[in-house]
Nanobody, 124 residues
Framework: QVQLQESGGGSVQSGGSLRLSCAAS?????????MGWFRQAPGKEREVVAA????????YYADSVKGRFTISRDNADDTLYLQMNNLKPDDTAMYYC????????????????WGQGTQVTVSS
């Protein structure tokens, strides 16, 4: 069964750091996969935070996180990471990992696979 499992969320103070992990089944990792991190805060729409497309090595970051967040993948353990530095209260949200096995976009637009989410809370 294909799964995405997020971990690494928690509560930090403003300016702190967290690293989110998304463990994924190797089934997902074709030559053309794309994966991304999304977040949704209470009362707000879900938004893409960062994304990566394997075939083009293309990455995307939302303007609100550029220079603070880094998306990466560890080939050794089939895990996608989101390093989050200089966290701000506005980063507080549930963070989700998503993937498409075959994608023409840097974004997993179909959202073939989703994780259950991990909560990030940043206090001022």
């Amino acid at each position: 069964q294909v799964q995405l499992q997020e971990s690494g969320g928690g509560s930090v103070q403003s300016g702190g750091s967290l690293r989110l992990s998304c463990a994924a089944s190797t089934y997902i990792y074709t030559t053309y996969y794309s994966m991304g991190w999304f977040r949704q805060a209470p009362g707000k729409e879900r938004e893409v935070v960062a994304a990566f497309r394997r075939s083009s090595r293309q990455t995307y970051y939302a303007d609100s996180v550029k220079g603070r967040f880094t998306i990466s993948r560890d080939n050794a353990d089939d895990t996608l990471y989101l390093q989050m530095n200089n966290l701000k209260p506005d980063d507080t949200a549930m963070y989700y990992c998503a993937a498409d096995r075959y994608s023409c976009s840097v974004f997993p637009v179909r959202g073939d696979f989703w994780g259950q989410g991990t909560q990030v809370t940043v206090s001022s």
